[in-house]
């Protein structure tokens, strides 16, 4: 695998991290056999007989497994965290939608640590105002990569280069922290 001395240079724990995962990758054929749980089977090993035990007893099963084998445990909720509506337009793609960007604060002060939270809204379930819920993801390469639009604003953190032909041109490298001093 051929990298650039300068990835290398900026980068030395981010190129560890990708060539011990494609490693793993090549050895999946390697990785024993395993059968998932069923999902109507108790812990204990009773069969689900009643649909009322779904919500009450055996979701909440699945639910543990998942945080313990999966997704990790939630934190408590933090305290003081701040929203600051940066910018709002409802005339997005086209008049279809409006664009939200949130500042959140992570420590309640402005100069805290934040991240910037993008969403585009259909401007018929504004109008409706029904309530739903929202899909969020984390974007570690700016807002500003997920859509050609030029109001979104553009990062000021570290990104790792994206070609031009994807519109954002050279690395924005703000400032470069390794924990280990690397």
């Keep these: 695998m051929a990298l650039a001395a300068r990835e290398i240079a900026m980068s030395p724990f981010r190129i560890k991290c990708t060539l011990r995962s494609r ?45 313990e084998h999966v997704y990790g445990r939630s934190p408590e909720d933090p305290n003081g965290l701040r929203f600051d509506i940066v910018e709002s ?13 949130v500042k959140v604060c992570l420590a309640g002060a402005s100069a805290s640590p934040a991240m910037i939270l993008l969403m585009y809204l259909p401007n018929w379930l504004i109008r409706s105002r029904t309530k739903v819920g929202v899909f969020v993801g984390l974007n570690f390469l700016g807002n500003h990569t997920i859509h050609p639009d030029r109001a ?9 280069h994206v070609s031009d032909a994807d519109g954002v041109g050279e690395d924005m490298l703000r400032e470069y922290i390794h924990p280990d001093g690397l």
């Design 89 to 101: 337009d409802n005339k997005a793609l086209g008049g279809l939608a409006t664009r939200k960007q």
């Design 152 to 160: 979104i604003t553009v990062t000021s953190a570290w990104t790792p």
């Design 23 to 67: 490693r793993y990758r090549r050895l999946e054929a390697s990785v024993p056999a395993y059968v998932l749980p069923d999902p109507f089977l108790f812990a204990d090993g009773e069969l689900l007989r009643d649909p009322g035990d779904w919500p009450t007893r055996r979701r909440l099963e699945l639910l543990e497994l998942f945080r």
